[in-house]
């Protein structure tokens, strides 16, 4: 009897699993990437003007309030994809 090859992950068992994980993912790295990227270019300009951390916090926050927004569209587009293709299987062929 041959042997079969057991998959470490079946990706047609687990779709919807995988698709909810990845978007949970992308928009975790969304938000942290606004964030991280904002407090490094608030640590610049404190650096080149001689202040003391006040631009790193104003950047931060902005950071924030921007990845915050990002998400929120990125959500709203991924709501609105999916609600399309649920009514385009409901208006399919009878």
Known sequence: ???TKKKFFDYK???D???NLQIVMQIGLTMAGCIVF???VGRL???WLGTKGI?????????GIG???V???QIMEITEIKSNDETDCNNGSA
């Open 1 to 3: 009897m041959p042997r």
């Open 13 to 15: 068992k687990n779709r």
């Open 17 to 19: 699993w995988t698709e």
């Open 38 to 40: 904002c407090f490094f």
């Open 45 to 47: 300009i404190d650096t």
């Open 55 to 63: 631009f790193t916090a104003i950047f931060t926050v902005l950071g």
């Open 67 to 69: 990845g915050g927004v």
């Open 71 to 73: 998400v929120y569209r």
